[in-house]
């Protein structure tokens, strides 16, 4: 799998408004958030999903954003401050063989990894990570665009997942997009 990080300038691109028209982000993750929740947006470039997700998760909640691209943060940064939403949202920048959120382990509600596990160049221990951070009983939505990455190349995302502990637990349909919904089970067990 191609493990290219996507240039800066394409962030531009993957805010545009007329990608609403192929991906609404309240049609796409309405179903998994709630108020108050805090949202983990793994890869999130300049917050396509991100603002969206902060207004989902209102005053009370909070979403935490990684990226290995700081340009890509900082454009977020200036975004969220013209929606309003800045103080419900977390920042942080990683590298590529780890999201940094050692201090966030057992806290996230939900996760959203879309169009950025197959730039990551270890997916296992990307996953092992998303575990740690999530909850009990807590949930990650995968998306992967269908022009990068094969169905042979989703299905072994998947596996790598399933190594951690997640487990499938939903196949959620996303146009021109491999997608599945991955859980921790209630218990925190792997
Ligand atoms: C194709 S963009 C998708 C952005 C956003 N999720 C969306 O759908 O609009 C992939 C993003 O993932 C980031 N990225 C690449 N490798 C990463 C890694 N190892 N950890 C975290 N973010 C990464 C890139 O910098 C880029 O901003």
């Known amino acids: 799998m191609a493990h290219r990080v996507c240039p800066y300038w394409v962030g531009y691109l993957l805010v545009s408004p007329f990608r609403r028209l192929m991906h609404n982000p309240e049609e796409i ?5 709630a108020t108050g ?3 983990l947006d793994i890869g999130s470039a300049m917050g396509f999903f991100t603002l969206p997700i902060a207004k989902m998760v209102g ?8 990226d290995v691209q700081e340009k890509m943060l900082k454009s977020l940064q200036r975004r ?7 103080d419900r949202i977390i920042t942080r920048v990683c590298n590529p063989t780890s999201l940094c959120l ?7 509600d939900f996760a959203v990894a879309f169009a950025v596990v197959h730039e990551v160049p270890d ?3 990307l996953f092992a990570e998303v575990f740690q951070a999530l909850k009990p009983g807590a949930r990650c939505l995968i998306a992967e665009p269908k022009g990068h990455v094969s169905a042979h190349e989703f299905e072994l995302t998947l596996a790598a997942a399933e190594q951690t502990g997640l487990r499938v637990v939903g196949n959620p349909k996303i146009p021109r997009c491999h997608a599945a919904l991955l859980g921790k089970d209630q218990e925190g067990n792997r």
């Open 80 to 86: 969220a401050l013209k929606a309003s939403v800045a």
């Open 37 to 39: 929740m805090t949202v």
């Open 59 to 66: 005053p009370d909640g909070k979403v935490v954003c990684v």
């Open 123 to 125: 997916a296992r221990s």
């Open 29 to 33: 993750l309405r179903p998994f958030i």
């Open 102 to 108: 050692g201090d966030f382990v057992g806290t996230i």
